[in-house]
């Protein structure tokens, strides 16, 4: 069970925290985005261990994942975000390493509506 919050409406240049919740099994951890008419694309991702991240190259720099697993989160932290990120944010979870392939990972959570305005 992979549940993602932290999604709303931030101006040009603002920040987002997201979180997401994954009860259960160990998991290497994916952020993956949608925009409206658009393909889902990956954003960051991180091992169990944390000793790997991975990043898409619109978002490296800006974005950091990034997790405790002692509690069962993942985090993505937003800096400078840009009006293009605008989109649903899902987080996703697989068994093995990271990846930024989508179709490779087994749980999706649900969403969260991130809307940056210019």
């Known amino acids: 069970q992979l549940q993602a919050s932290g999604g709303g409406l931030v101006q040009a240049g603002g920040s987002l925290r997201l979180s997401c919740t994954a009860s259960g099994r160990t998991f290497s951890m994916g952020w993956f985005r949608q925009a409206p008419g658009k393909e889902r694309e990956f954003v960051a991702a991180?091992?169990?261990?944390?000793?790997?991240?991975y990043y898409a190259d619109s978002v490296k720099g800006r974005f950091t994942i990034s997790r405790d697993n002692a509690k069962n989160w993942v985090y993505l932290q937003m800096n400078s975000l840009k009006p293009e990120d605008t989109a649903v944010y899902y987080c996703?979870?697989?068994?093995?390493?990271?990846?930024?392939?989508?179709?490779?990972?087994?749980?999706w959570g649900q969403g969260t509506q991130v809307t940056v305005s210019s």
């Open positions: 996703a979870g697989k068994v093995g390493g990271p990846s930024f392939s989508v179709y490779v990972y087994d749980y």
């Open positions: 991180i091992g169990w261990s944390s000793a790997g991240t």
